[in-house]
């Protein structure tokens, strides 16, 4: 099942951001108790493009702030997200990824 999702990749210093969330969730935000995940038009919206280039994205990237069921589903299935430490705020799923450099 796949889907698009928008994508910004920033380089900072060596460092490679990936920014992706589902298409529909951009510029929206949910709450639940304490917690808010604001699905920010600046950070997020890049290229839109399908979720099955993510896997090609995540090789690259050394920080991953992922958002939506596709997105966060699609890098699960690849191995780079442990479906233990997902976050679901109003039932939206949000995980981050760092990969550890030596």
């Known amino acids: 099942m796949a889907g698009r999702m928008y994508v910004k990749v920033y380089r900072v210093q060596g460092e490679v951001l990936v920014a992706a969330c589902d298409e529909e969730l951009l510029g929206k935000t949910f709450r639940e108790g304490e917690l808010k995940l ?44 442990d479906e233990s430490r997902v976050l679901r705020i109003q039932g939206v799923p949000h995980a981050q990824m760092a990969k550890m450099l030596y």
């Open 38 to 81: 604001e699905v920010k038009e600046r950070f997020y919206k890049g290229e839109l493009m399908d979720v099955e280039e993510l896997g090609r994205l995540l090789e690259e990237a050394t920080i991953a702030n992922l958002t939506g069921e596709r997105v966060v589903r699609k890098a699960i299935e690849l191995g780079y997200i």
